[in-house]
């Protein structure tokens, strides 16, 4: 492997489009390549030892490269090179694994020595080291590669990475990334798709990136700069891979991560059981209408009584009730004091609430106060570390008693939010290898424990990245709080690293109507998009929860989210930005659209498993043609019908022939369109719209099963007893409407040749089908 010009290359994978291999270098290092062009050029390798900076390229630090043997990891088998740094007596080896299987590629950091002040010499008062790393394998120049173009995708800030997501190109122009304790997995592509993701594997909490000597410049990865030293054998790793489609990347990427984490088939199973993503509920979140906010001259507990009633009395079928800040004690820099009812807002306590509407409950909770009253420091019974601004809980007895407690008044869904400001105001978390990590999964076992799931809020992307370890967590925001920014319903890019994460991205609540005067937080504020709002929580998969005041819902609208008894008709995938919209936005002078394209899909199971696309797009400020090769869908589709929203009998052929174009799809008057398959069934061809006034036609949540007949297909439904469901389909061309009411049974057949509903059961036993996570498998 060794050539005679001291090179060694190293095929990774030949797949159908994809080729990735390193130009790897006996002096340290490793260009990376994919279809035998250069993407990304390696940076020299420096790491900081005795708050020294030692750099490969002034030849103050030495690399002696051998092949570092092979091995099985969680990813296969593999073969490694290795670079050994010596530093005086510290040794650091670093090594890149390349595998059999799969477009991928892991670079390892070992500390063989460990390394003793390993913070930059600058770190002392300015804590702008911080946002560094303490050395650096990999890290790649910003510059064009050998290709035309490189764009890049950046998560970085809270929101999942989404309030501060860059886009731009990949060149010596590039200004600063979202980067260090903020930043996020770093996408980089081509105007066609092709993209490289790199990101960290494990240490999830410690490790970053360091965008330096912007504009250009390279990018670091590393372990987090705060980090004032580093044990013996410490082990960091990254992750480089590549694929044919971003949003295809970050699937894998996800199902890396998964696969180390181990987590994924129970995440899978609370992700299943979690009313608050299961059903529709009920939110008083920043934006709502009781946001800091009650009827007049009413306690929050009268008020959340009276949409109980308002509720019952409209057949609105809420589930659960989410309590934002606004029920618990403040206290120092505005952090929660105690997490208790305080008796102003509920006289009776949250059992009192808890009782009278059945409701199970959300509830929200903020950084931690310097003088909580849970922490030693102020005569409680817990361990906290107390940073200058935020209390940091270190103490596995104090996240069991919490969740314990909240369970006596119906706690099933805990939402951490402020992780970023937890986060970046706490130097203990900077400075501490393990802390984050510890912090974050005991609060996660906790809540197991006590069979509460958790919704992370305002998290960094390096909270996102942890949650892959952590089953509980089923959800994250994944954008601003609603009505604080009026773009706030754009999730499609962050859903996308959500679903990737196997998280169902959090749209936050909303408001049905458009007027809803009487807030005095928001006294001018209103909904000009409802049905936006709703369409976008529905195809999110995450919370659907509206905050209207009480007698302003739009109950016609809002049901189409649901059946009849709260049970959201979900999609299998959450709605994320198609390719194309990302590219457009990196190279604006391309063919793409202006505006929001967004794709989903439900996947039917039954005989064989049948796949119906979602699209929708918005806030577009040009027409633009979708071709069907753009759209990621299964081949299938590439002969398929398009139907408009509730217009089963418009339905249009799109193909490789006939493009779907998107004109007039403002924000307020959104385009939604669902794609079948056109079926085969013995002389016959269906291609099926799904049920009418439901924002999901062909849900897996109403359509439990397909059974194909020798000269039929029959489709099973499940529903609440004298629910009324009418389905829409073209049958050789001719389009059909057939009604069924559920009777006590709650399940129905129909023949869709015949044209005809039953209510027989049929032999058939499946699950329900699970969330989508993108590589084949179904959760529990
Ligand atoms: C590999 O990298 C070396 C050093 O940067 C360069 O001279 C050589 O041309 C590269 N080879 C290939 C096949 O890219
Ligand atoms: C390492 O390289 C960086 C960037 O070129 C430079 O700023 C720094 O002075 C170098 N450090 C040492 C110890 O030579
Ligand atoms: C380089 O590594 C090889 C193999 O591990 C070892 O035999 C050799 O002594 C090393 N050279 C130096 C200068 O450390
Ligand atoms: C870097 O980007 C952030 C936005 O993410 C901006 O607020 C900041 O001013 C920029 N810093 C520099 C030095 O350009
Ligand atoms: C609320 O109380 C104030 C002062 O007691 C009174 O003026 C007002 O009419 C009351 N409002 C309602 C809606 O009962
Ligand atoms: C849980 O409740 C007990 C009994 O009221 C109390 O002593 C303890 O401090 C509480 N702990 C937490 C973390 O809420
Ligand atoms: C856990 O909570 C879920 C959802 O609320 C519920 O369906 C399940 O029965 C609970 N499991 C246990 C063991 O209590
Ligand atoms: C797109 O959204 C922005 C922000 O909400 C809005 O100002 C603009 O008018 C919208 N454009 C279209 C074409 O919908
Ligand atoms: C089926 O229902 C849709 C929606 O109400 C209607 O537009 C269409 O005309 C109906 N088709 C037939 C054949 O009745």
């Known amino acids: 492997m060794l050539s005679k010009f001291g090179v060694f290359l190293f095929l990774v994978k030949v797949s159908s489009s994809i080729i990735l291999n390193l130009n790897l270098t006996t002096s340290g290092y490793y ?29 103050s630090l030495y690399s002696n490269a051998s092949y570092g043997g092979n091995g099985v990891d969680e990813f296969g088998f593999y073969q490694s090179m290795r670079y050994r740094y010596y530093v005086g007596k510290t040794i650091i080896d670093c090594s890149i694994n390349t595998y059999d299987t799969g477009n991928y590629i892991v670079f390892e950091q070992r500390f063989v020595t460990g390394v003793t002040n390993s913070r930059p010499q600058s770190c002392s008062g300015d804590l702008h080291c911080y946002q560094q790393t303490t050395g650096t394998f990999p890290s790649f120049y910003i510059k064009k590669g050998q290709v035309k173009n490189l764009g890049y995708l950046n998560f970085g800030g809270s929101m999942l990475g989404n309030s501060e997501v860059k886009t731009g190109q990949w060149d010596k122009t590039t200004a600063n990334l979202t980067d260090g304790m903020g930043g996020g997995p770093i996408a980089i592509f081509d105007e066609s798709g092709n993209t490289v993701i790199i990101s960290p594997l494990d240490n999830l909490m410690s490790s970053s990136f360091w965008h330096e000597d912007y504009p250009g410049g390279r990018v670091n990865f590393g372990v987090m700069g705060g980090t004032k030293s580093i044990p013996v054998n410490y082990r960091q790793r990254f992750i480089l891979l590549a694929s044919s489609s971003i949003n295809k990347a970050f699937q894998d990427l996800g199902k890396a991560l998964r696969k180390v984490s181990g987590a994924a088939p129970k995440k899978d199973f609370y992700r299943q059981n979690d009313v608050t993503l299961k059903y529709l509920g009920y939110w008083t979140d920043n934006g709502a209408y009781y946001y800091y906010n009650t009827e007049a001259n009413k306690t929050y507990e009268q008020t959340m009584n009276d949409i109980f009633d308002y509720a019952q009395h409209e057949k609105i079928p809420y589930r659960y009730l989410q309590l934002d800040s606004w029920w618990y ?4 820099g505005n952090g929660v004091k105690e997490w ?26 903020r950084y931690w106060a310097v003088d909580n009253v849970y922490a030693r420091q102020n005569g409680g019974k817990y361990n906290f570390l107390m940073a200058p601004l935020v209390a940091v809980p270190n103490d596995a007895s104090f996240w069991y008693d919490f969740m314990k407690n909240a369970t006596s008044w119906g706690l099933k869904m805990y939402e951490q939010d402020w992780l970023n400001v937890e986060t970046l105001l706490s130097n203990d978390l900077a400075e501490d290898l393990f802390l984050g990590e510890r912090w974050l999964t005991e609060m996660g076992n906790a809540a197991e424990f006590n069979n509460i799931t958790i919704q992370y809020c305002m998290s960094l992307p390096r909270h996102g990245l942890m949650s892959t370890k952590i089953p509980v967590v089923t959800q994250a925001r994944a954008s601003e709080d609603y009505h604080v920014i009026e773009d706030q319903w754009k999730i499609g890019v962050s859903s996308m690293f959500a679903n990737a994460l196997g998280l169902a991205p959090s749209k936050d609540t909303f408001w049905t109507t458009t007027v809803q ?10 909904e000009l998009w409802p049905a936006l709002q709703t369409v976008v929580a529905t195809l999110s998969m995450g919370p659907v929860g509206p905050g209207d005041m009480i007698g302003a819902t739009n109950k016609d609208l809002l049901m189409q989210c649901c059946n009849m008894e709260g049970l959201i008709l979900k999609p299998s995938k959450p709605a994320t930005a198609m390719d194309i919209q990302i590219i457009k936005a990196a190279f604006p002078d391309i063919d793409g659209p202006d505006g929001q394209v967004w794709t989903s899909l439900s996947e039917i199971y039954g005989d064989k498993t049948t796949k119906f696309g979602i699209i929708l797009a918005a806030n577009m400020s040009k027409p633009y043609k979708l071709r069907a090769y753009q759209t990621e869908f299964p081949y299938q589709f590439y002969d398929s019908i398009v139907f408009p929203y509730n217009k089963p009998e418009a339905g249009m052929p799109f193909n490789g022939k006939s493009p779907l174009n998107l004109n007039g799809c403002t924000s307020d008057k959104l385009c939604l369109f669902y794609l079948s398959p056109i079926i085969i069934v013995g002389q016959h061809t269906i291609a099926i719209y799904g049920e009418h006034d439901k924002f999901v036609p062909m849900s897996p949540q109403r359509v439990t099963d397909v059974i194909y007949t020798e000269d039929d297909m029959v489709l099973q439904l499940v529903g609440v007893p004298s629910e009324k469901v009418i389905v829409s389909y073209l049958l050789d061309g001719v389009q059909k409407n057939v009604t069924t009411v559920f009777s006590t049974s709650g399940t129905a057949q129909i023949s869709l040749v015949l044209g005809k509903t039953s209510h027989v059961k049929t032999g058939h036993q499946r699950p329900l089908a699970g969330p989508f996570n993108g590589f084949g498998k179904r959760g529990v």
Do not use: C
């Open 517 to 526: 005067n009487g807030n005095p937080k928001y006294p001018k504020k209103q």
């Open 329 to 332: 004690y403040k206290g120092s």
């Open 340 to 365: 208790t009812a305080r008796p102003d807002v509920f006289p009776h306590g949250i059992e009192s609430v808890q009782q009278y509407t059945g409701w199970p409950m959300g509830a929200h909770n």
């Open 31 to 59: 260009d990376v390549n994919l279809n035998f062009f250069r993407w990304l050029q390696s940076a020299p390798t420096y790491f900081i030892v005795d708050g020294t900076r030692y750099n490969l390229s002034d030849k």
